[in-house]
């Protein structure tokens, strides 16, 4: 074995980036799977149409985005375990792909959140009206379309924000980083950037998408830091992570409880609405109950503010465990065993040679 390693130097299998790298594919996986499941909805044309109001949604660009995605996510397998576990040579081409990789998510959740965007205005434009009891605007194709799979479609816009975390943590990891740094830190920052994904392009209300773009910034914020940390200054920048986890934590506990009472008072205003007739019901509603309940029937009846919180209490739970690692890091750290000492088999290897001469 010692010998297979000193003719084959592997980039290391027992290096935590392998796992960051498996998070990666499995994300992709599913992202490829819902494209598809979305390209083969009923009804839907081929191509776009250029008189819809989301001319864009069609089989044409779910499939392309899917083949895409697919095409990248059989590459950065066949490197990944090229490059793990026989020759480290692979592990620089997989990162120019996993740069790539990084910018097509960015582009497939931009591209997708749009959709989502322009179906949260057009229930906000339809709510209007009921409210001035005006004339109600016309579905079309592609807004029934967004309407019946917005789950789906905001998972993957949710994914697409938290693949290339995984990936740039993947790249910056090797066999001696401390577990805190391979699991903990990534885990908070992808806390934060589900966070914002949830409500950056559902634009139910104005004080979540201040909070998704709040979240969006802690989220770029970590990163940057954690960076940072680690090219310079390491212990005297780990307080200052420290702090800054922290006060995240805070904000979700603060996140968490308001969006919380936006979902029990539009619960409230719904179920009122709902015992007598809706239109009049709703015009007779005041403002503030009135943007309660718009909030909650645009966020898919509380669905998506249940998951929200969910988001919240998942950020609060890994930036305070984060926080308290900064902070231990900082006061100083045990000494590790290096990934770099001769395994047991390198030792029997080396003692059966001198045997032999």
């Not at 576990?85 to 997989?94: A, D, K, N, V, W």
């Not at 503030?288 to 998951?307: C, H, M, P």
């Not at 984060?322 to 065993?337: D, E, F, H, N, V």
């Amino acid at each position: 074995m010692g010998k297979c390693r000193r003719l084959f130097p592997s980039g290391g299998y027992e290096n935590p980036a392998v796992g960051s790298w498996g998070t990666v594919v499995a994300a992709e996986g599913v992202i490829i799977l819902l494209l598809v499941l979305l390209s083969q909805v009923a009804n839907l044309p081929l191509k776009e149409v250029e008189n819809a109001t989301m001319p864009y949604v069609s089989k044409q660009l779910f499939l392309g985005c899917a083949c895409v995605h697919a095409v990248g996510g059989l590459i950065v397998t066949a490197l990944c375990f090229a490059g793990y576990l026989f020759s480290s040579c692979f592990l620089i081409p997989l990162g120019v792909v996993g740069v790539v990789m990084q910018i097509l998510c960015l582009a497939t959740s931009g591209l997708l959140g749009s959709m989502f965007t322009q179906l949260s205005q057009f229930r906000s434009d339809v709510l209007d009206d009921i409210k001035r009891g005006g004339q109600l605007p016309v579905q079309d194709f592609s807004v029934v379309f967004v309407g019946q799979h917005e789950g789906m479609i905001v998972t993957i816009c949710v994914l697409c924000l938290v693949v290339p975390v995984l990936i740039g943590t993947a790249c910056s990891q090797t066999a001696s980083t401390p577990g805190y740094e391979a699991t903990v830190y990534p885990g908070a920052i992808m806390a934060s950037l589900v966070s914002a994904g949830l409500f950056l392009f559902c634009r139910a209300n104005p004080a979540l998408a201040g909070l998704s773009i709040f979240w969006l910034i802690c989220g770029v914020g970590l990163g940057v830091s954690w960076g940072i940390q680690k090219a310079c200054c390491s212990r005297i920048l780990s307080i200052v992570l420290a702090v800054i986890f922290l006060v995240v934590t805070v904000f979700s506990l603060i996140s968490a409880g308001y969006i919380f009472g936006l979902y029990l008072r539009g619960k409230e205003v719904l179920m009122d609405v709902q015992a007598v007739a809706k239109s009049s019901a709703i015009q007779k509603l005041t403002e503030e109950r009135y943007e309660d309940f718009k909030t909650y029937v645009i966020a898919n009846f509380g669905v998506f503010l249940v998951a929200g919180l969910l988001a919240n209490f998942y950020a609060l739970v890994f930036t305070l465990f984060a926080g308290l690692a900064a902070i231990r890091s900082a006061c100083g750290r045990q000494p590790t065993r290096k990934s770099t000492s001769i395994s047991q088999d390198d030792a029997d290897d080396t003692k059966r040679e001198q045997d032999q001469a």
